[in-house]
């Protein structure tokens, strides 16, 4: 049975991952900030275990908790969006570094305390999530300065590590789920279980040839 750790699982886009890779038969662990409160995530049938992304003793608890575990696909999916709407001179500072925080350092240290997981596993796949308003090129409106430099961080992070992972052979992939219906986007956007449904398929195919993509729901990279 293939295994998969999805943080951030207890609503939106990393619930319906832990639903979907669930009902498929993978061996599934969803983290989430408040355990207790994680019943949806329980009723998916996943393993539940406390993670707070940008805390390194949080970390560091998850690592000890799984030691000698085999992870095949670790899925950094935890992030915050900040305010979105904030004008270059309303960027806080504050504002600014917790997002940094959570959506670019937080995913390179869970993977990286999860390394010896995804070396004991068949497949290792350490994914992270990354978002259209990574990419530079595609930029033609602006706007979210925070979101997007975190996730533009976040892709040069991936490829960085990418690399210095590849003598190792886990494939270091990073997804990207579209403009989706959650509480992030208010709402808007595709179903959550269309986004996924595509991740999935995404994640299922890949393997170490694959190291360094960024990958959309729709199978097609995406340039950043």
């Known amino acids: 049975m293939s295994s998969i750790l999805i ?11 832990a639903r979907q890779f669930g009902a498929d038969g993978w061996d599934v662990i969803g983290t989430a900030r408040d355990p207790g409160a994680a019943g949806a995530l329980r009723d998916t049938g996943a393993e539940v ?13 998850l690592a000890r908790a799984l030691d000698g575990r085999p992870l095949d696909v670790v899925i950094a999916n935890a992030g915050i969006s900040g305010d979105l ?15 940094v925080g959570t959506n670019t350092f937080a995913p390179l240290a869970l993977v990286s305390a999860l390394k010896p997981n995804l070396l004991a596993g068949t497949r290792r796949l350490a994914c992270a999530m990354s978002s259209l308003m990574s990419s530079v090129t595609l ?8 979101y997007r430099a975190s996730k533009s961080g976040l892709n040069a992070v991936w490829r960085s590590l990418s690399l210095d992972w590849k003598t190792n052979r886990i494939a270091c992939v990073l997804l990207r789920p579209g403009f989706v219906a959650t509480e992030m986007t208010g709402g808007q956007g595709m179903p959550v279980a269309d986004s996924v449904a595509g991740l999935k398929t995404v994640v299922e195919g890949l393997g170490p040839d694959d190291t360094g993509r960024l990958i959309g729901f729709d199978g097609k990279d995406l340039p950043w």
């Open 49 to 61: 275990l406390p993670l707070e992304a940008t805390d390194a003793a949080s970390i560091a608890g």
């Open 7 to 17: 943080s951030g699982a207890t609503r939106g886009i990393g619930l319906e991952l």
């Open 139 to 146: 930029n033609d409106w602006g706007t979210q300065f925070s």
């Open 85 to 99: 709407t904030a004008r270059a001179a309303q960027v806080t500072r504050e504002d600014f570094l917790q997002v």
